[in-house]
Structure formats: structure tokens, C-alpha cells
């Protein structure tokens, strides 16, 4: 957003007749008419309306959670929270992110290297099979650790995990900046007497700082948030205390008030993930790359450096696959459930397409207000729309729990319940690509289109709609894989009697029967395969 | 006749300088007016506020008597029958061109509209492209098409917002006259927004010349270029030669180191002041002839119609531009005469 806002500020200042228009001039003024469209037109009610709706429907969970902490006085949610077992779990949960984080920027970085700039062997199918373990559920990868080595379970296990899904955060961003880097800079500084690795460490890196510490942050609250990995290892963090807590004891405050003190830490990393992200941006924008760089020889290391790529890829992708496929074949049609296995995933097909929907329905309207319109009040809804972002599954589950019990009790344990806290948490995504579709059509077509005397409301039905659909659409399919994947609210706020292939899958695993649980996984994998590359082939 | 007038139009988008300080524009019905200015004059602010996609902050626009934007006044741009032609067309990339044509077809039935679109389509020289879908248009087509969903819910003005830029420039020339012959064929006011002066000059019936926020001078082409309102508006549509003067007894020539000039109008006051030509009404003479000021070639430019011979004289601090049709006779470092034909004008 900021660039297109200096750009129209500089649009509107009045430069003095006659100045010569700096080249490049004409692209910088089409950008700010376009912002310039519709920032001069208030959202239309019936945008604005559905919006608001969707914005403190977003923000619920977060609203209630505080006040039902504090429900019993600030003086016991203080003494639960300032209580040594607390600090217990900070120390746990911080000290299981530290370990990620710092194995991630290992392996995300070196990747990176390796792929981008590097005559390594096939740079570009490892750079494919590095994002892979971004379609991997953390608690299918604590499925595979535990089912082939049990004595991983723990720290280690919820460790190995948790890193091997979770680096391709880090190497995508790190990768990209790579790229953009002009490789010019690298030659001057080896030309001024750097070798390769000085010129590595005091050019290079500098500028992967900020795509890193993105990435770096987005892994932290991936660890932060994640219940299906620790919980399956027995590793105590918050989210596992928080679902221990809610199941073992009829007081309600500790689980919310362990869940305030989760929000606090995940809405900090937001923040400063949204930070860096600023910053990044700026980075890059200097860049821009003359030409390719020339790969760098990699000589006697060609043979570690594979065998490192090998290692990760074997991992992170290959072994949790090879696991699932031994206890595939190890299972018999006796341990095979089939009738639970179609329950399951009809249920769960059932469950993401419904979450879904809603979603996208709740998305449209703050996603077109998001594109179109400048100003506080459409920032603040589009801030509110992305509380999920920043709301770990387990914390708007448990909100959601005790909003329906108190006031909703009809909804208690129903299928709508488990809908909604889909769409709180994955509002995001949601809002996110429709924001990017409506983006991608020209203001000036909506101006044509009134000018040839459409109202606002036909306009948006007519031709941004329209216009943004296949967008949507591809939001929408987004949306649906990460509800087929969802585990911690849907363990929560599932009707009772029903169950979904994650639950079942984390079920099975908790029990160690892996034959049982190895079907479920396979299903989920393959159900969320389909719209995945349904969706890469629309990319391309 | 839906006359275009434009009263004490003001919009400032901040604490800066406003971008449009109380601009006065009247253009006669069935006229192409074009808006000539340097980039962020206001022009484009200008035909937003006419369009209604901005609110003026004070001032009136009215077309055809009726009052679009003024005091308590602020029409929706869809009630308003302006046509709009963006840069690059802006056709709906999702519409066939037929449906792109019709789309502003909306109170009649389907038989008329359909036949509303190919009379459209007829009028631009694309009768037949009605099937296609924008993208396998090229860009001269998509100009065209986007005039002729213009033009089509017959408006009472149609606003060209600089339509011809995107065109390369052999295009340029072919599209330009289509779309001016086009606007004559509906009788449709037309206001078309550039920065080129050629272009403005070429195609418009009146050229009205903004700057900073106001209209200096609004004329037709010829008089805009044979008496501007000022000598920065003559160096603004072309190239001129500006002199200082001293006007004669009679009040109908004027005294300048290049002689004595003709004057278009008798200066109201004033007995000194800047005199502009323009450097085709300089003629080049051997050096020695009765009459002509002497000086010397400084430098040739030759761009194939014609060149461009920069001669300094003595007595002028700048050197002088003449435009020479034909063979070229001097060079660089050679000794010619310059003698004036026509008339100037003089600014105080």
C-alpha cells in the first residue's frame, strides 16, 4: 500500500507548469489515479455493512477470551498466569521456537544459496521438492517421527517436526530476495579484494536480513500456534496445556487466561512480522536485476552440498511419505477401518467446504473494501479481518466454547460452531486473495462502467466481481485445504460422534496404533492434493 | 446543443498550492475542444471533476443547460451521459466487443440495442469485430472500440483522457483522424485531454491551454498558434522566436534586431515589450541583401521535411531559429541574412 500512497501524494502536490516530467513519470501517475479512484468514494453501505459484520466477527473470540479471563477478577487470572507452571510452559514454548527458528534459517538459507546461485546439480527441481513440507500437517510429520522412531517423542521429536515443515517459510522469502539481488554489488565487492566468502558475509547476507527475519517470524508463530505436533510428541507448550487444561477441570479461567497469555506473545510476533515485511519491501525495491548472476562453481563441494539437499529433502518429504506408505503396507484390511475411513473423510470434505463458503462470503466484501478504498476505517477492517492470523486454532476454539455455552447453547458442540471458527481463523486467506484479485482488475474499468450509468452496486456485480472471480475462486480452494488440515479447533468444537481425518488421524497416532492411523493420513494427504495442484495449474 | 460551460472551478487535494484555481472553460456544442497542458497542470483532475469521479471544492460544470456539479450539486458520474475514453481503452476484458459496445445500452430492448451496436461499430470501421474479445484486438481496435462503447448510449460529452498515447506513432496519426471523424459523424462535444501539442493542434477544433490550475488561452489551433496570449503559451504549443521590441509611431510594426515587424493587433499599452514569431516565418537570404539582418550559422539540424538553422545575430544575446523548407544552401560557420515575413504579436 505505501508506495501507490506516496506515488498519489506526489500526484497531488501541484508541480510548477512547465517542469520537465521526470522520466518514468507516466507509470507513477497511472498508479496514483488508480489509488486516487477509489479513495475519493466512501465504501458503499452495502459493502460496508457485510464488512463490519465479517471484521467483528473476526475479532469475537479475541473480545470474549479477555473478558471471560477476567471473569472471576484480575486477581486470580494474575495468579494463574504469574503461577510457576506458567513460566514453565513460556520457557518451553520459547525455548522449542528459539531451536526452530535457528534450524529453519539453517536450513532455508543454505537451500536458498544452494539453489539460486549455485551450478548445483538439478538447482531447480530441489528448489520444487524444498517447498513440498509446506503441504505437510505438523502432526503428519510427528505421525511419521513417532510411528518409525518413538523415542523421538518429546523435545527432539516435536523439534524435527516442527523444523521440517516449517523452513520452506524461510527459504521461499530468502530465495526470492536472492534473486533480486543484483549481482553487480557481489562482483564490485570482489573486485575491491572480498573473497567469496568476506563478499558472502558482509554483501550478501546484509540484504537477505529482512526476507530472513520475515521468514523467521512466521515460523516462530507457526511454532507458537502449533497444537498437532507437540501435543502428539507430549511435549507441554501452551496449546497442549490449553487442551489439557479445557478437558481436565471444570474451571474454565486457567485455559483462558494460559490462552490470553498466548495471544499476547503470537499478536507481539504479528506485529513485528508486519514490521520487517515493511522493511523488506523497501530492500528490495532498489534492486532489480540487470542479469541473471552467473552460478557459482561449486568445485569439491558439489558432492556435500547434494548430499545436504538430499538429507533435508529425504526428511522433510521423503521419510514422513515412506512411513506412511510402510504402515500402509504393514496395515491389513483387519486394522483398516473403510467404513470409518469414508465417515471420516465425507465428514471432513463436508466440514472444509462449509468453512470455506463462509469464508469467502465473509472475505468479499472487506477484500473489494481492502482494494478499493483508503482511510482509517478500511484499514481497521482490514487489520480486524486478519485477527486470525495472529489467534493460534486451540485460543478461538476455546472462545468460541464459551460463547456458545453462555449464550448460544443450541450451538454448543454443532457444526456451525466448528464453521465459524474456521472462518475466524482462515479469514485471512480469504481476505487476502479476493484483496489481491480485485487489485489485479483496473479502477478504470468501475469508471467506465458508472459513466455508462451503472449504479455502484451493479458495478461491483457486473464487472469487479466478475472480474476477480477466478481469484476468488482460488482463494476459496485455498481456503478448503486449510480447513480439510485444521486439528486443534475442529478436536474442540466437533460434534459429538463425529470425526474428521485429522482428528482421527491424531486419535490413532496418540495411541500408537500407526497401521490404524496411517490410512487417515494418506486420505487427507490425498484429498488436499487435489485442489493444491488444481490451484498451481491455474498459475501457470 | 449540449454546450460545455465550466465556471470558477476550484479542487485542492491538501494544504498545497490548489490544482485547479477557479479554471473557466466554455466549449460549444458538437466542438472537439482539446485540454493542452504540461504534465500536472490539473488537466486530468479537470476531466475527473467533469466526469464526476471527484467533487470540485467550488465552481460549476454544466452541459447542455443542465447543471452536473455547482453549490449543493453533485450528479453520480452514471447520471450524468458523459462518455468516458480512458488511456488504453479500458475495455472490460471479460465482455466480447459487441457486449462491450452495448453495455451502456440499458433502456432499450434487444433489437434496438443490437442494432445501436453494429451502427456503432460501423461508425469506428469495425463492423464484424462484434464476436471478439478484447485481447485478440490490437491496440489501435481496442482505441476504437473503446470510443464506440463511448459514443454509443449517445452521451452529451465524451471525455478522451490522452487516448492516443499507448499508439505507436505511425498509428497514431490513422486512429487520431478516425476518431475525430467518428465524433463529427454523432455530433457528440468532446473534450480530449494531452500533453501533445501537435496532437491538440491537429484534431481539435479549439485548443484551450492550462496552466497551473487555470486556462490561459482558449482559441482555435491557428490563432492559438499565430497569437498566443503570452509568450510562454507561444513557446508551450511550438517552437517560437522571441525579440524585444519597441512599437512604431503608427502602432502597426514594431522595431526588433531583426528589423521591422508587422504587428497582428495594435498594442493596447505599452511601447516596448517581448515580440514573438515563429521561426517558419524567418527567411534565409544571401548576406548581403538590401534589408535583412546579418549573422551567422551556428548550427544545422535537418530532420528531412525541413531543418532547422540556428543563426546568432549581432546585438542578440540568444541565438534564432529558422525553419528552412527545401534545400538547405548554408552551414555551420557560414555568413547569411535574415529577413521577417508576416505578422507577430507583442507582449508587454
Known sequence: MSPTETASTAESAERPAGAPAPAGRRRVRTAARRVDAGSSRRPPLILLVPACVAALFALLPLGYLAVRALERGPGYAWDVVADERTLQLLGRSLGLTVVVVTACLILGISLAWLTVRTALPGARAWAVLATLPLAVPSYVAAFAWLAAAPETAGFTGAALALTLVSFPYVHLPVAAALRGIDPAQEEAARSLGHGPLRTFARVTLPQLRPAAAGGALLVALYVLSDFGAVSLMRYDTFTRAIHTSYRASFDRTPAAALSVVLVVLTVALVAGEARTRGRAGHARTGGGTARPAIPVPLGRWRIPALAWCTAVVAAAVAFPLGTLGYWLAVGTSATWDLGGLTEAASATLGVAAAGAALTTLLALPVGVIAARHRGRGARLLEQAAYAGHALPGITVALSLVFFAVRYAYPLYQQLPLLVCAYAVLFLPVAVAATRAAVLQAPPVLEDVARSLGRSPLRVLREVTVPLAAPGVAAGAALTFVVCMKELPATLLLRPTGMDTLATRLWTETGAGSFAAAAPYAAALILLAAVPSYLLGRSRT | ?348
Open chain 2, 1 to 348: 446543443m449540449n454546450d460545455l460551460h465550466i465556471e470558477q472551478l476550484t479542487k485542492s487535494y491538501g494544504p498545497e498550492a490548489p490544482v485547479l484555481q477557479g479554471l473557466d472553460l466554455s466549449v460549444p456544442g458538437g466542438s472537439l475542444a482539446a485540454v493542452l497542458g504540461p504534465s500536472g497542470c490539473g488537466k486530468t483532475t479537470l476531466l475527473r471533476i467533469v466526469a464526476g469521479f471527484l467533487r470540485a471544492d467550488a465552481g460549476t460544470v454544466t452541459v447542455g443547460g443542465r447543471t452536473l456539479a455547482g453549490p449543493g450539486v453533485h450528479l453520480a458520474p452514471e447520471r450524468r451521459r458523459i462518455g468516458i475514453v480512458p488511456q488504453e481503452g479500458a475495455l472490460f476484458p471479460h465482455l466480447s466487443v459487441a457486449r462491450n459496445v452495448a453495455f451502456g445500452l440499458t433502456g432499450l430492448d434487444r433489437g434496438e440495442r443490437r442494432r445501436r451496436m453494429e451502427e456503432m461499430l460501423d461508425l469506428v470501421g469495425l463492423a464484424g469485430y462484434g464476436e471478439r474479445m478484447p485481447h485478440e484486438l490490437s491496440g489501435g481496435q481496442q482505441q476504437r472500440i473503446a470510443l464506440a462503447r463511448a459514443l454509443a448510449p449517445r452521451p452529451a460529452l465524451v471525455l478522451l483522457d490522452e487516448p492516443f498515447n499507448a499508439l505507436d506513432s505511425a498509428l497514431r496519426t490513422g486512429v487520431r483522424a478516425d476518431v475525430r471523424a467518428a465524433l463529427r459523424a454523432t455530433g457528440a462535444t468532446a473534450l480530449l485531454v494531452t500533453h501533445d501539442q501537435q496532437e491538440a493542434l491537429s484534431t481539435a477544433d479549439l485548443v484551450a491551454v492550462v496552466r497551473q490550475g487555470q486556462i490561459a488561452q482558449c482559441d482555435t489551433p491557428q490563432d492559438l498558434y499565430r497569437r498566443p496570449a503570452d509568450p510562454w503559451v507561444a513557446g508551450f504549443v511550438g517552437d517560437a522566436v522571441l525579440l524585444q521590441g519597441t512599437v512604431g509611431n503608427s502602432g502597426s510594426t514594431a522595431t526588433t534586431p531583426l528589423g521591422t515587424v508587422a504587428l497582428a493587433a495594435r498594442p493596447t499599452d505599452g511601447h516596448t515589450g517581448t515580440v514573438v514569431l515563429r521561426p517558419e516565418q524567418l527567411r534565409l537570404t544571401d548576406a548581403d541583401t538590401a534589408g535583412a539582418v546579418r549573422g551567422t550559422v551556428t548550427d544545422v539540424c535537418f530532420y528531412g521535411h525541413d531543418a532547422k538553422v540556428t543563426v546568432s545575430v549581432q546585438g542578440l544575446d540568444a541565438t534564432v531559429d529558422v525553419r528552412v523548407a527545401g534545400p538547405l544552401s548554408v552551414g555551420p560557420g557560414e555568413e547569411t541574412g535574415i529577413h521577417v515575413t508576416g505578422e507577430a504579436t507583442l507582449h508587454a
